[in-house]
Nanobody, 122 residues
Framework: QVQLVESGGGLVQSGGSLRLSCAAS????????LNWYRQAPGKERELVAGKGSGGTTNYGDSVKGRFTISIDNAKNTAYLQMNSLTPEDTAVYYC????????????????WGQGTRVTVSQ
């Protein structure tokens, strides 16, 4: 019904930047809410950033001031701009979204993407 596909991960040096994308495809009227999570090796998955239907945003303490979440509903795509990266940001990054699939009846879909790996070297 709906697929979320992350992209933009890769290897970057400490202090560098990356922009991750989360593209929604299928029966998508709009992305209502979207969150970015990450999971580092041996650690639990943690919330990095979120954007709600009212436009409010929230960030994990470790990324405040460095990461920015945005949603472009014209492209059915969300982004995570990551600046001043450090090795501690190394993880697999996942997007998780609530997508409006049928505006007439208010039907929604909720799910996860497959993840994109970010590696930050010293």
């Amino acid at each position: 019904q709906v697929q979320l596909v992350e992209s933009g991960g890769g290897l970057v040096q400490s202090g560098g930047s990356l922009r991750l994308s989360c593209a929604a495809s299928g029966r998508v009227s709009r992305i209502n809410e979207l969150n970015w999570y990450r999971q580092a090796p041996g650690k639990e998955r943690e919330l990095v950033a979120g954007k709600g239907s009212g436009g409010t945003t929230n960030y994990g303490d470790s990324v405040k001031g460095r990461f920015t979440i945005s949603i472009d509903n014209a492209k059915n795509t969300a982004y995570l701009q990551m600046n001043s990266l450090t090795p501690e940001d190394t993880a697999v990054y996942y997007c998780n979204a609530e997508v409006l699939t049928d505006q007439a009846i208010g039907e929604t879909w909720y799910g996860w993407g497959q993840g994109t790996r970010v590696t930050v070297s010293q």
